[in-house]
Protein backbone atom coordinates (compact mmCIF):
# COMPACT_ATOMS: atom_id res chain seq x y z
CA UNK A 1 0.00 0.00 0.00
CA UNK A 2 1.12 3.57 -0.77
CA UNK A 3 0.14 6.48 1.08
CA UNK A 4 0.53 10.51 -0.43
CA UNK A 5 0.56 13.02 2.55
CA UNK A 6 0.21 16.27 1.68
CA UNK A 7 2.26 18.52 4.11
CA UNK A 8 2.11 22.26 4.22
CA UNK A 9 4.40 25.01 5.08
CA UNK A 10 2.63 27.03 7.44
CA UNK A 11 3.51 30.28 9.94
CA UNK A 12 4.46 28.50 13.34
CA UNK A 13 1.42 27.95 15.59
CA UNK A 14 3.46 29.56 18.30
CA UNK A 15 3.92 33.23 16.65
CA UNK A 16 1.98 35.59 17.33
CA UNK A 17 0.35 36.75 14.01
CA UNK A 18 0.81 39.93 12.95
CA UNK A 19 -1.88 42.04 10.53
CA UNK A 20 0.03 44.24 7.32
CA UNK A 21 -0.53 47.91 8.22
CA UNK A 22 -2.43 47.92 4.75
CA UNK A 23 -4.37 45.32 6.17
CA UNK A 24 -3.75 43.09 2.66
CA UNK A 25 -3.00 40.25 4.85
CA UNK A 26 -0.59 38.92 8.07
CA UNK A 27 3.18 39.67 7.96
CA UNK A 28 5.34 36.88 6.85
CA UNK A 29 8.34 38.91 6.92
CA UNK A 30 11.03 37.24 9.35
CA UNK A 31 8.43 34.68 11.00
CA UNK A 32 9.22 31.46 11.97
CA UNK A 33 7.53 28.91 9.58
CA UNK A 34 7.03 24.96 10.49
CA UNK A 35 5.26 22.03 9.18
CA UNK A 36 0.80 22.73 9.64
CA UNK A 37 0.87 20.75 13.16
CA UNK A 38 -2.15 18.29 11.92
CA UNK A 39 0.17 17.68 8.69
CA UNK A 40 2.88 16.38 11.09
CA UNK A 41 -0.02 13.68 12.63
CA UNK A 42 -0.92 12.87 9.01
CA UNK A 43 2.99 12.16 8.21
CA UNK A 44 3.13 10.52 11.74
CA UNK A 45 0.17 8.27 11.06
CA UNK A 46 1.58 7.32 7.48
CA UNK A 47 4.79 6.14 8.76
CA UNK A 48 3.41 4.05 11.66
CA UNK A 49 1.36 2.52 8.81
CA UNK A 50 4.90 1.92 7.40
CA UNK A 51 6.59 0.27 10.53
CA UNK A 52 3.17 -1.90 10.95
CA UNK A 53 4.10 -3.13 8.16
CA UNK A 54 0.94 -1.83 6.56
CA UNK A 55 2.01 0.56 4.02
CA UNK A 56 5.24 0.31 1.61
CA UNK A 57 6.28 3.41 0.76
CA UNK A 58 5.14 6.84 1.99
CA UNK A 59 5.40 9.90 -0.10
CA UNK A 60 5.29 13.85 1.18
CA UNK A 61 4.34 16.18 -1.12
CA UNK A 62 4.69 20.59 -0.56
CA UNK A 63 3.04 23.05 -2.92
CA UNK A 64 4.83 26.25 -2.02
CA UNK A 65 7.53 28.48 -2.24
CA UNK A 66 11.57 26.97 -2.37
CA UNK A 67 11.56 27.18 1.95
CA UNK A 68 8.85 24.65 1.25
CA UNK A 69 11.87 21.95 1.05
CA UNK A 70 12.56 22.27 4.75
CA UNK A 71 8.70 21.29 5.75
CA UNK A 72 9.59 17.78 2.91
CA UNK A 73 13.25 17.57 5.19
CA UNK A 74 10.92 17.06 8.37
CA UNK A 75 8.60 14.70 6.54
CA UNK A 76 11.45 12.65 5.56
CA UNK A 77 13.28 13.04 8.74
CA UNK A 78 9.74 11.58 10.18
CA UNK A 79 10.10 8.53 8.33
CA UNK A 80 8.83 9.40 4.48
CA UNK A 81 10.14 7.68 2.11
CA UNK A 82 10.30 10.29 -1.22
CA UNK A 83 9.04 14.16 -1.70
CA UNK A 84 7.33 15.94 -4.09
CA UNK A 85 7.84 19.39 -4.48
CA UNK A 86 5.78 21.91 -6.73
CA UNK A 87 7.26 24.90 -6.88
CA UNK A 88 4.63 27.93 -6.45
CA UNK A 89 5.71 31.77 -5.35
CA UNK A 90 2.13 33.25 -3.67
CA UNK A 91 -0.90 32.75 -2.72
CA UNK A 92 -2.51 29.20 -3.50
CA UNK A 93 -6.19 28.58 -2.46
CA UNK A 94 -7.84 24.83 -1.74
CA UNK A 95 -9.02 24.17 -5.14
CA UNK A 96 -5.41 24.61 -6.82
CA UNK A 97 -3.79 22.36 -4.17
CA UNK A 98 -6.80 19.92 -4.55
CA UNK A 99 -6.69 19.62 -8.31
CA UNK A 100 -2.92 19.65 -8.14
CA UNK A 101 -2.89 17.01 -6.21
CA UNK A 102 -5.79 15.07 -8.13
CA UNK A 103 -3.19 15.05 -11.21
CA UNK A 104 -0.19 14.03 -8.52
CA UNK A 105 -2.67 10.98 -7.53
CA UNK A 106 -3.09 10.27 -11.09
CA UNK A 107 0.75 9.73 -11.73
CA UNK A 108 1.81 8.04 -8.27
CA UNK A 109 -1.54 5.90 -7.49
CA UNK A 110 -1.47 5.92 -4.00
CA UNK A 111 -4.19 3.98 -1.59
CA UNK A 112 -4.26 6.51 0.47
CA UNK A 113 -3.95 10.55 1.37
CA UNK A 114 -3.91 11.61 4.34
CA UNK A 115 -4.40 15.75 4.44
CA UNK A 116 -4.50 17.86 7.95
CA UNK A 117 -8.17 18.21 8.73
CA UNK A 118 -7.00 22.51 8.01
CA UNK A 119 -4.29 24.34 7.81
CA UNK A 120 -3.73 26.92 10.28
CA UNK A 121 -2.88 29.96 8.12
CA UNK A 122 -5.91 29.70 6.07
CA UNK A 123 -7.92 27.62 7.96
CA UNK A 124 -9.89 26.62 5.32
CA UNK A 125 -10.82 22.97 5.86
CA UNK A 126 -11.38 22.75 2.12
CA UNK A 127 -8.39 20.65 0.39
CA UNK A 128 -9.21 17.09 1.43
CA UNK A 129 -13.30 17.37 0.89
CA UNK A 130 -12.05 19.16 -2.97
CA UNK A 131 -9.91 16.11 -3.58
CA UNK A 132 -12.06 13.65 -2.46
CA UNK A 133 -14.79 15.16 -4.67
CA UNK A 134 -12.36 15.95 -7.70
CA UNK A 135 -11.15 11.97 -7.53
CA UNK A 136 -14.51 10.64 -6.65
CA UNK A 137 -12.43 8.41 -4.09
CA UNK A 138 -14.30 7.55 -0.22
CA UNK A 139 -13.42 10.50 2.35
CA UNK A 140 -12.58 10.17 5.70
CA UNK A 141 -12.38 13.96 7.87
CA UNK A 142 -12.13 14.71 11.24
CA UNK A 143 -10.09 11.20 11.48
CA UNK A 144 -8.92 10.07 15.38
CA UNK A 145 -8.79 6.49 14.64
CA UNK A 146 -7.63 4.28 11.48
CA UNK A 147 -7.20 0.78 11.05
CA UNK A 148 -6.84 -1.11 7.70
CA UNK A 149 -8.33 -4.84 7.42
CA UNK A 150 -9.65 -6.23 4.23
CA UNK A 151 -9.13 -4.14 1.65
CA UNK A 152 -10.79 -1.38 3.15
CA UNK A 153 -10.95 1.04 6.70
CA UNK A 154 -12.73 1.55 9.49
CA UNK A 155 -12.19 5.27 10.72
CA UNK A 156 -13.39 6.80 13.73
CA UNK A 157 -14.20 10.56 13.16
CA UNK A 158 -14.67 13.06 15.70
CA UNK A 159 -18.05 14.22 15.04
CA UNK A 160 -20.12 17.43 17.18
CA UNK A 161 -21.43 15.32 19.32
CA UNK A 162 -19.02 12.13 19.80
CA UNK A 163 -17.08 9.83 17.83
CA UNK A 164 -18.45 8.02 14.21
CA UNK A 165 -17.27 5.00 12.88
CA UNK A 166 -17.22 4.67 9.43
CA UNK A 167 -15.98 1.32 6.99
CA UNK A 168 -14.50 3.01 3.68
CA UNK A 169 -13.16 1.43 0.44
CA UNK A 170 -9.80 2.16 -0.52
CA UNK A 171 -8.62 4.10 -2.39
CA UNK A 172 -9.46 6.76 0.15
CA UNK A 173 -9.04 10.30 1.63
CA UNK A 174 -8.39 10.92 5.08
CA UNK A 175 -8.38 14.17 6.93
CA UNK A 176 -6.83 13.78 10.40
CA UNK A 177 -7.63 15.15 13.75
CA UNK A 178 -5.81 15.96 16.55
CA UNK A 179 -6.32 13.31 18.78
CA UNK A 180 -5.22 10.78 16.23
CA UNK A 181 -1.44 10.28 17.45
CA UNK A 182 1.48 12.27 18.82
CA UNK A 183 3.87 13.00 16.55
CA UNK A 184 7.94 12.37 16.76
CA UNK A 185 10.22 14.72 17.11
CA UNK A 186 12.79 13.46 14.25
CA UNK A 187 15.55 12.45 15.73
CA UNK A 188 19.66 13.68 14.30
CA UNK A 189 20.30 10.43 12.73
CA UNK A 190 17.33 10.47 10.78
CA UNK A 191 17.86 14.39 10.13
CA UNK A 192 20.88 13.65 8.47
CA UNK A 193 19.34 10.65 7.00
CA UNK A 194 16.69 12.78 5.10
CA UNK A 195 19.33 15.15 3.33
CA UNK A 196 20.27 12.31 0.97
CA UNK A 197 16.49 11.18 0.27
CA UNK A 198 14.88 12.69 -3.28
CA UNK A 199 12.86 15.63 -3.65
CA UNK A 200 11.43 15.65 -6.54
CA UNK A 201 10.63 19.08 -8.32
CA UNK A 202 7.09 19.75 -10.41
CA UNK A 203 5.28 23.17 -11.14
CA UNK A 204 1.74 23.52 -11.35
CA UNK A 205 1.91 24.16 -15.19
CA UNK A 206 3.67 20.93 -15.30
CA UNK A 207 0.70 19.46 -13.83
CA UNK A 208 -1.73 21.62 -16.20
CA UNK A 209 -2.69 23.28 -13.47
CA UNK A 210 -4.05 27.39 -13.53
CA UNK A 211 -3.43 28.42 -9.95
CA UNK A 212 -4.81 31.72 -10.41
CA UNK A 213 -6.50 32.61 -7.49
CA UNK A 214 -10.31 33.32 -7.38
CA UNK A 215 -11.19 34.77 -4.18
CA UNK A 216 -10.03 38.26 -3.44
CA UNK A 217 -9.12 39.36 0.53
CA UNK A 218 -11.04 42.14 0.94
CA UNK A 219 -9.20 43.44 4.44
CA UNK A 220 -7.78 41.31 7.34
CA UNK A 221 -8.42 42.80 11.01
CA UNK A 222 -7.15 41.55 14.27
CA UNK A 223 -9.29 40.45 17.13
CA UNK A 224 -10.90 43.22 19.16
CA UNK A 225 -8.14 43.67 22.41
CA UNK A 226 -9.76 41.71 25.29
CA UNK A 227 -10.65 44.39 28.41
CA UNK A 228 -9.09 43.51 31.53
CA UNK A 229 -11.02 41.51 33.65
CA UNK A 230 -11.86 42.78 37.44
CA UNK A 231 -12.72 40.46 40.66
CA UNK A 232 -15.95 40.24 42.19
CA UNK A 233 -16.95 40.07 45.72
CA UNK A 234 -19.34 37.42 45.78
CA UNK A 235 -21.51 34.75 43.51
CA UNK A 236 -24.21 36.76 43.78
CA UNK A 237 -21.84 39.70 42.17
CA UNK A 238 -20.89 37.62 40.16
CA UNK A 239 -24.65 36.30 38.49
CA UNK A 240 -25.70 39.79 38.90
CA UNK A 241 -22.77 40.80 36.45
CA UNK A 242 -23.25 38.31 33.99
CA UNK A 243 -26.94 38.89 33.52
CA UNK A 244 -27.07 42.87 33.60
CA UNK A 245 -23.98 43.58 32.69
CA UNK A 246 -22.94 40.80 30.09
CA UNK A 247 -25.95 40.00 29.17
CA UNK A 248 -25.09 36.08 28.75
CA UNK A 249 -27.54 34.52 31.22
P1 LIG B 1 -6.90 23.65 4.04
O1 LIG B 1 -7.99 23.07 3.20
O2 LIG B 1 -6.19 24.81 3.39
O3 LIG B 1 -7.34 23.96 5.45
O4 LIG B 1 -5.75 22.52 4.15
C1 LIG B 1 -6.05 21.19 4.54
C2 LIG B 1 -4.88 20.28 4.26
O5 LIG B 1 -4.57 20.27 2.86
C3 LIG B 1 -3.55 20.65 4.93
O6 LIG B 1 -3.52 20.20 6.27
C4 LIG B 1 -2.56 19.89 4.04
O7 LIG B 1 -2.55 18.51 4.34
C5 LIG B 1 -3.17 20.09 2.64
N1 LIG B 1 -2.62 21.29 1.97
C6 LIG B 1 -3.20 22.51 1.85
N2 LIG B 1 -2.38 23.36 1.18
C7 LIG B 1 -1.25 22.66 0.89
C8 LIG B 1 -0.03 22.96 0.22
N3 LIG B 1 0.22 24.18 -0.29
N4 LIG B 1 0.90 21.98 0.11
C9 LIG B 1 0.66 20.75 0.61
N5 LIG B 1 -0.45 20.41 1.25
C10 LIG B 1 -1.41 21.34 1.39
Do not use: C
Not at 15 to 41: H, T, Y
Not at 117 to 146: C, E, H, P, R, Y
Amino acid sequence: MKVLVPVKRVIDYNVKVRVKADQSGVDLANVKMSMNPFDEIAVEEAVRMKEAGTAEEVVAISMGPEQSQETLRTALAMGADRAIHVVHDGELEPLAVAKMLAKVVEEESPDIVFLGKQAIDDDANQTGQMLSGLLGWSQGTFVSKVEVADGGMKVTREVDGGLETVALKMPSILTVDLRLNEPRYASLPNIMKARKKEIAKKTPTDLGVDTTPRLNTIKVEEPPKRQGGIKVGSVSELVDKLHNDAGVI
